[in-house]
């Protein structure tokens, strides 16, 4: 769905609606109230986006109901994300800002690789299989077909980015260090991200049967067990 064309006001569902006849040269500079209303109105669209989207799917959501869940105008979510697929992206984003979590604290680099490797794993296991981050996955790909790009918003993530830059990075000073030998850390370091997140999804079904504790240690300890075996330093005599 196209983004109507700007009429120069915001709907009126809240007091700081311009008024439509005044011209844009006469407006009055922003206030900080009105932007604090702003945002305001922006996480609440957020909100209500994950909601609608969560409970209807992607195809069966409308931006009728997520304005109405949201307590704003239609014309306010349009002017906030411009259309369906730019707010679900958003909605995507916003999921994966929610967590607390810094990629770049992601491995503490004890000299252990097995023990730091298995720390990053769980962390990875966690956060693709926690409930949100699953059910809208799911979405996605429900919706693959369709509309591809919202798969290619998971693949270009900037914190999954982040998060394998983090890794290369380890795993390049484990070769500085010669306690592993990994002559492609990029490569490495998405094979390792790979394998902890697929295995974990499969098992939980894509986040429809949530793992237990011992599941989510055991698919780390494998997958950290696995590289490290794959990338140990070949000694010659």
């Not at 906030?80 to 679900?88: I, S």
């Not at 990053?120 to 591809?148: M, N, Y």
Request: glycine share 6%; with cysteine.
């Amino acid at each position: 769905m196209a983004a109507p064309a700007a009429s120069g006001s915001e709907p009126a569902d809240g007091p700081d609606s311009a008024s439509a006849s005044e011209p844009a040269s006469a407006a009055a500079p922003r206030q900080p109230g009105r932007d604090r209303r702003s945002a305001a109105k922006h996480a609440a669209i957020l909100d209500a986006a994950t909601a609608v989207f969560l409970r209807e799917g992607y195809a069966r959501a409308s931006v009728d109901a997520i304005a109405q869940e949201a307590g704003v105008g239609k014309q306010t979510v349009y002017g906030h994300f411009g259309d369906k697929q730019q707010l679900f992206l958003a909605v995507v984003e916003h999921v994966h800002a929610a967590s607390p979590f810094d990629p770049a604290d992601l491995i503490a680099d004890t000299g252990d690789p097995l023990a730091d490797l298995t720390a990053a794993a769980t962390w990875i296991v966690r956060g693709v299989s926690s409930p949100r981050v699953a059910a809208l996955h799911r979405l996605t790909i429900a919706e693959l077909t369709h509309h591809p790009e919202l798969q290619r918003s998971w693949r270009d993530d900037e914190r999954g980015q982040k998060l394998l830059t983090t890794i290369a990075a380890y795993l390049a000073a484990c070769d500085r260090r010669n306690t592993l030998s990994v002559p492609d850390p990029e490569t490495v370091a998405r094979q390792f991200v790979w394998l902890a997140s697929v295995e974990a999804q499969v098992r939980s079904l894509r986040g429809v049967e949530p793992l237990g504790t011992q599941e989510v240690e055991a698919i780390a300890a494998d997958t950290a067990g696995l590289i490290v075996r794959a990338q140990r330093p070949q000694h010659t005599d």
